[in-house]
Nanobody, 121 residues
Framework: QVQLVESGGGLVQPGGSLRITCAASGSIFSIDAMGWYRQAPGKQREFVARITSVDSTYFADSVKGRFAISRDNAKNTVYLQMNSLKPEDTAVYYC???????????????WGQGTQVTVSS
C-alpha cells in the first residue's frame, strides 16, 4: 500500500554533514506531517524533527541549529540535512509520515525501515 524508503545514510567524521532522504510511495491521497526519529544502540527511539503540511518545523533540542528539515510535496519526499555532526548523533534514523491513502478517510502513521548514520573519526 504505502512504503517509506530512506536513503543517504553512512559514515561521516565529527563536524561533517550528511543529508538523508525519505521517499513515500504507493496509494497516497495526501501526506500530513513528515518527520525523523532516531534510535541509538541500547536506547529508545527519540524524536528528531518534523515538518507539517504547511511547512512548520519542529526540532529536538539536541539538534536545533544543526539540522534542517524540508519536503518536496511533488515527490512525496522529506529531507534531513545534518550539519556539525557529533558522535552522539550516531543512530539508525527512521522516517515517519502521517498519510491518508486513496479511497479512505483514515490518516495512518507509517515508518520506514531506517538508515544508519555513524559519526566517527
Amino acid at each position: 500500500q504505502v512504503q517509506l524508503v530512506e536513503s543517504g545514510g553512512g559514515l561521516v567524521q565529527p563536524g561533517g554533514s550528511l543529508r538523508i532522504t525519505c521517499a513515500a510511495s504507493g496509494s497516497i491521497f495526501s501526506i500530513d506531517a513528515m518527520g525523523w526519529y532516531r534510535q541509538a544502540p541500547g536506547k529508545q527511539r527519540e524524536f528528531v524533527a518534523r515538518i507539517t503540511s504547511v511547512d512548520s518545523t519542529y526540532f529536538a533540542d539536541s539538534v536545533k541549529g544543526r539540522f534542517a528539515i524540508s519536503r518536496d510535496n511533488a515527490k512525496n519526499t522529506v529531507y534531513l540535512q545534518m550539519n556539525s555532526l557529533k558522535p552522539e548523533d550516531t543512530a539508525v534514523y527512521y522516517c515517519n509520515a502521517i498519510i491518508q491513502t486513496i479511497g479512505t478517510m483514515i490518516h495512518l502513521n507509517y515508518w520506514g525501515q531506517g538508515t544508519q548514520v555513524t559519526v566517527s573519526s
